[in-house]
């Protein structure tokens, strides 16, 4: 039986230039399937406008948001400042992953997922920083979830094209609050190889390969099929659900299906 309170977090393309109009277009667009909106941070290595900008921006237009942070780009001193930010805009649910690898240039390591997780619990713990609780998440591949992190409050599961896959791996994983599986669109077979060759474990099977060169849109019936057998699964709270360019698309055909 489905999960009546199965969400979908939609991710945003966020905006490389100073125009949010594309960013406003994705929410107004998404808004009817979506629980909650995630806001990347500096996406794929490549610098775009600050996600937490973003976060205010969606609960402008009524939405919720989760403010995406990475810990390939700041120090410590850096992280606060995006925590006073967020706290004077209102943000107060994170998203706290390591990093694409950069473009150009070298990766901070003066910080980690963790060490972001203990600093943000410091900073909450403070009435004189914070307004208030902060909802903090982490990332998980398909492995065995280290102890720390089962701390957090939820849990995103890395993208998967196999859900028999991420079942297997939910029998294993004991967290006590809300798990998303990840679900892309493979928008072209050219993105899709891609994909398979940077990050192998995130390979688009050969057959979705196959379809995408003679039909535009077998990505979105994928992706659609994914969110209803993890839905109709159970063992999920929900989907963190990344449309890429073809977010109208998949909007309409969730809604149409009820899966709003």
Same mark, same amino acid.
């Given at each position: 039986?489905?999960?009546?309170?199965?969400?979908?977090?939609?991710?945003?393309?966020?905006?490389?230039?100073?125009?949010?109009?594309?960013?406003?277009?994705?929410?107004?667009?998404?808004?009817?399937?979506?629980?909650?909106?995630?806001?990347?941070?500096?996406?794929?290595?490549?610098?775009?406008?600050?996600?937490?900008?973003?976060?205010?921006?969606?609960?402008?237009?009524?939405?919720?948001?989760?403010?995406?942070?990475?810990?390939?780009?700041?120090?410590?001193?850096?992280?606060?400042?995006?925590?006073?930010?967020?706290?004077?805009?209102?943000?107060?649910?994170?998203?706290?992953?390591?990093?694409?690898?950069?473009?150009?240039?070298?990766?901070?390591?003066?910080?980690?997922?963790?060490?972001?997780?203990?600093?943000?619990?410091?900073?909450?713990?403070?009435?004189?920083?914070?307004? =208030? +609780?902060?909802?903090? /998440? !982490?990332?998980?591949?398909?492995? @065995?979830?280290? $102890?720390? *992190?089962?701390? #957090? &409050?939820?849990?995103?599961?890395?993208?998967?094209?196999?859900?028999?896959?991420?079942?297997?791996?939910?029998?294993?994983?004991?967290?006590? =609050? +809300?798990?998303?599986? /990840? !679900?892309?669109?493979?928008?072209? @077979?050219?993105? $899709?190889? *891609?994909?398979? #060759? &940077?990050?192998?474990?995130?390979?688009?099977?050969?057959?979705?390969?196959?379809?995408?060169?003679?039909?535009?849109?077998?990505?979105?019936?994928?992706?659609?099929?994914?969110?209803?057998?993890?839905?109709?699964?159970?063992?999920?709270?929900?989907?963190?659900?990344?449309?890429?360019?073809?977010?109208?698309?998949?909007?309409?055909?969730?809604?149409?299906?009820?899966?709003?």
């Amino acid at each position: 039986m489905g999960n009546a309170n199965f969400g979908i977090i939609c991710e945003v393309e966020p905006a490389t230039r100073p125009d949010l109009m594309h960013v406003r277009h994705q929410i107004g667009v998404m808004s009817r399937i979506a629980s909650a909106f995630l806001i990347p941070d500096n996406h794929i290595g490549r610098a775009t406008v600050s996600s937490i900008a973003v976060a205010h921006e969606v609960a402008a237009m009524g939405g919720r948001s989760i403010a995406c942070l990475n810990a390939r780009d700041r120090n410590l001193l850096g992280f606060r400042r995006d925590l006073l930010t967020a706290a004077a805009y209102g943000v107060d649910e994170f998203l706290f992953v390591y990093g694409d690898r950069p473009e150009t240039g070298r990766r901070s390591d003066d910080l980690t997922i963790r060490t972001m997780l203990d600093e943000a619990r410091r900073f909450a713990a403070d009435p004189q920083l914070a307004r =208030g +609780p902060l909802r903090l /998440g !982490v990332t998980s591949r398909l492995q @065995p979830l280290p $102890a720390w *992190k089962r701390e #957090a &409050d939820f849990l995103f599961v890395q993208v998967s094209f196999s859900v028999s896959d991420l079942m297997r791996w939910r029998e294993t994983v004991d967290f006590a =609050g +809300p798990v998303f599986a /990840g !679900v892309m669109v493979p928008v072209s @077979p050219s993105m $899709a190889r *891609k994909l398979t #060759a &940077d990050i192998p474990e995130l390979a688009v099977p050969q057959t979705l390969i196959d379809e995408l060169e003679v039909d535009r849109d077998a990505g979105v019936d994928s992706a659609c099929r994914m969110v209803e057998a993890i839905r109709e699964s159970g063992a999920f709270d929900g989907v963190h659900l990344i449309p890429v360019s073809r977010y109208r698309e998949v909007a309409a055909r969730l809604e149409r299906r009820g899966d709003a």
